[in-house]
């Protein structure tokens, strides 16, 4: 797959590129080297040095052709952020929105989105901080990050186009020995999963579960993630091809990010199965209701996603009567 990695040649960054490299994809780098090194870059990996707020991104964009994009570029001192709040704007906020416009243009699949763990928060004492924790930013280095992250989320929703934004965190050992070790280990299994998902992103996209074991399997490791019940009713007799399997992961994956995000649901039912040669999938939630494709949910992409098998999407969501998304993909 191409990646192209944004901040590439910083300290973070410069690991990324290590780690895409070594899994064997082609590696891009975009950094204007301002606080990166070009000894941190990958001899694998090609750089241009260039500014995001430059006219000359789109010519990197378009060079590099990529099918994935890792943002890492920042401005990342937050006494900078304070004492020059405009500067701190124009790199991170309209420095991620000219990446996702270059993004548009070239039809980028995904795009990860790396944030601040701590900065978004502001002052809290609660350690280890869980992500629906209030984010009270107390910098504008924390604001610019935090707006980086609605703007993925819109444009996610606009373009139907899958995000995963990281939210990075710095431990606190010297202040707090006890709080960073539980923190530390409470982020463990987190990162793990995050990881994953990276290692899922940069290989196409469908977890390895999917493609070696199938679609049910695959929805139970989905569901085991899921921060409310899930009920799940697989019935397939078989495996399906693996374009109507991994459209159908998609949908249920899609629509359990809709629930969680938006619908204030109790339960949810999922279920899979053969009906006269198409695949049904359906997800139904118990909560607010009221999704709306038109409004850019982020429905509009599982809209996509089956009609480009010739397959259709139905979502009844009354006010206050719950959601319930059905696709039904024609199976060769």
């Given amino acids: 797959m191409r990646v192209l990695v944004t901040g590439g040649a910083g300290f973070i960054g410069s690991h990324v590129v290590d780690r895409l490299v070594a899994d064997g994809h082609a590696v891009d780098v975009v950094d204007n080297l301002s606080t990166g090194r070009r000894e941190r870059v990958n001899a694998a990996a090609r750089l241009f040095v260039c500014d995001l707020r430059s006219a000359r991104l789109d010519g990197a964009f378009a060079a590099a052709r990529p099918e994935a994009i890792v943002h890492l570029a920042a401005q990342a001192a937050v006494p900078r952020s304070v004492a020059d709040p405009r500067f701190d704007a124009s790199v991170t906020v309209l420095g991620t929105l000219a990446v996702l416009d270059a993004a548009r243009r070239v039809a980028v699949r995904r795009v990860v989105y790396i944030s601040t763990g701590g900065a978004v928060y502001g002052d809290t004492d609660v350690l280890p901080t869980p992500e629906d924790h209030p984010t009270r930013p107390a910098s504008p280095y924390g ?142 939630d118990d909560g607010v209701g009221g999704a709306d494709p038109a409004r850019g949910s982020g429905l509009r992409g599982l809209a996509d996603r089956v009609e480009a098998l010739q397959g259709k999407l139905e979502i009844e969501s009354r006010p206050g009567e719950g959601t319930r998304v059905r696709a039904e993909i024609p199976v060769p």
């Fill in 143 to 284: 604001v610019s990050k935090l707006a980086g992250e609605r703007y993925l989320e819109c444009w996610a929703g606009l373009t139907g186009t899958p995000t995963l934004t990281l939210r990075l965190a710095k431990a606190r050992v010297r202040e707090s020995p006890d709080a960073a070790e539980e923190l530390l280990s409470g982020a463990a299994e987190e990162l793990a999963h995050a990881l994953e998902e990276l290692r899922e992103l940069a290989r196409g996209i469908h977890p390895a579960v999917l493609t070696e074991h199938g679609l049910a399997p695959a929805l139970e490791t989905l569901v085991g993630r899921a921060p409310i019940p899930v009920a799940v009713d697989a019935n397939l007799d078989g495996r399906l091809p693996p374009p109507v399997e991994a459209a159908a992961f998609y949908v249920v994956s899609e629509a359990l990010a809709n629930v969680t995000k938006y619908a204030d649901a109790s339960a949810v039912e999922v279920r899979v199965g053969r009906a006269n040669g198409y695949a049904v999938v359906e997800v139904a």
